[in-house]
């Protein structure tokens, strides 16, 4: 069993940044890759980055540039860094894993809410 803390959510204005946390415990050996996904009202969830147990990193094509996972291994700890934000990424943000590409993620938590507003 994995269980996955989220946190760092919070109002940002326009253009402002805000790093989310996400601390894993567990049977966190096994893990292939974690990720970040967002899902705001009525649009479904969405993939905004994984990050693998090799440090390979993914974006969606919307945060590019803007948007930076990483990972603190000896805190088993990765995290969202998010720049240049728009009312766009306004959404409740989940932290996620799997043991492989070819599996599914797992369950979801309650998410951490993001909201970009002037």
């Known amino acids: 069993q994995v269980q996955l803390v989220e946190s760092g959510g919070g109002l940002v204005q326009p253009g402002g940044s805000l790093r989310l946390s996400c601390t894993a415990s567990g049977n966190i050996f096994s893990i292939y890759s974690m990720g970040w996904f967002r899902q705001a009202p009525r649009t479904q969830r969405e993939l905004v980055a994984q990050?693998?147990?090799?440090?390979?990193?993914d974006y969606a094509d919307s945060v590019k540039g803007r948007f930076t996972i990483s990972r603190d291994n000896a805190k088993d700890t990765i995290f969202l860094q998010m720049n240049s934000l728009k009312p766009e990424d306004t959404a409740v943000y989940y932290c996620n894993f799997r043991y492989s590409d070819s599996l599914p993620w797992n369950d979801w938590g309650q998410g951490t809410q993001v909201t970009v507003s002037s």
């Open positions: 990050i693998t147990r090799s440090g390979w990193t």
